[in-house]
């Protein structure tokens, strides 16, 4: 009787075996998510929560003048210096005029 209470446990770890063996892998860790997935994502279904929106120093081609721009701006953005237009409204992100440097804004 103790070799058939032997051969039960080891039909019995067997079958664990097998059903661990075809358990589903995960197929991403979701803890850990690669860096361009996230920015790909919604900004409300990130792992943490963050705006697609930034702000910005656009340089003017004519007087060099540094002005702070909201990337999504939805108003024509003027130079102070000398008037130029730095950047125009669409319907997301502000288009920067063709000649204007940026570089966006340290947090």
């Known amino acids: 009787s103790a070799s058939h209470r032997d051969c039960d446990t080891s039909l019995q770890s067997s079958s664990q075996r097998d059903f661990i063996a075809t358990m ?5 860790d979701l803890l850990h998510p690669e860096a361009a997935d996230e920015k790909r994502k919604h900004k409300l ?4 929560q963050s705006p697609n929106s ?8 004519g007087c ?3 002005t702070t721009v909201f990337s ?11 008037a130029n237009v730095l950047c125009h409204p669409t319907g997301g992100k502000a288009h920067i005029t063709d000649g204007c440097s940026f570089r966006k804004k340290p947090e």
């Open 54 to 61: 930034f702000f910005m120093d656009v340089r003017c081609p």
């Open 45 to 48: 279904k990130r792992l943490v």
């Open 24 to 28: 589903p892998k995960p197929l991403a």
């Open 64 to 66: 060099f003048a540094i």
């Open 72 to 82: 999504h701006a939805q108003t024509a953005v003027m130079c102070p210096g000398c």
